[in-house]
């Protein structure tokens, strides 16, 4: 054994999604680690390493959290990679069935802003000022490469169609 002690173990794909969705929902609350913890009798860093799925939560453990978060149990798991994708990855690939952005996507709606930024955006119910929205902060991203919306979109809309 050759310097294993030194080698990183990558956390299972289910692990960090079960994590990110407790993050979400603790955020979704406005509740710290501190305070998760504090409920659950564990230091902020432990449910810190939870979160990351860099530690496995275990079945009592997860029924504790889905009570102090107010969701079922079934809520962790919602979206999660099929398990042959998390044990039998593809070469090259993280575990997951969908693309590389799907961690990405998870981590940023986990955040304080990508939770605030997606509830606001969900209460916009005019589509035009939604794709107004989405179309500002793609050019703020530099993303020049917009989406095209179908002429049946704009015909609907009363917009004209992008050229």
Do not use: C
């Amino acid at each position: 054994m050759i310097g294993t002690e030194f080698v990183k173990k990558i956390p299972n794909p289910i692990d960090r999604h079960v994590g990110s969705r407790v993050r979400m929902r603790r955020v979704m609350l406005g509740m710290s680690q501190e305070k998760l913890g504090d409920a659950l009798g564990l230091t902020f860093q432990q449910v810190q390493k939870y979160e990351k799925g860099t530690n496995r939560i275990g079945a009592s453990r997860l029924q504790q959290i889905s009570r102090t978060l107010d969701v079922p149990p079934a809520f962790f798991f919602e979206g999660a990679p099929s398990f042959e994708a998390a044990v039998n990855p593809a070469p090259g690939h993280l575990g997951f069935a969908e693309d590389s952005n799907t961690a990405y996507v998870a981590d940023f709606l986990a955040t304080p802003e990508g939770l605030h930024l997606n509830l606001a955006f969900a209460r916009i119910h005019d589509p035009k000022v939604r794709r107004r929205i989405v179309d500002l902060v793609s050019s703020l991203a530099g993303d020049d490469e917009r989406p095209q919306r179908a002429a049946s979109d704009t015909r609907d809309s009363g917009e004209k169609p992008a050229e």
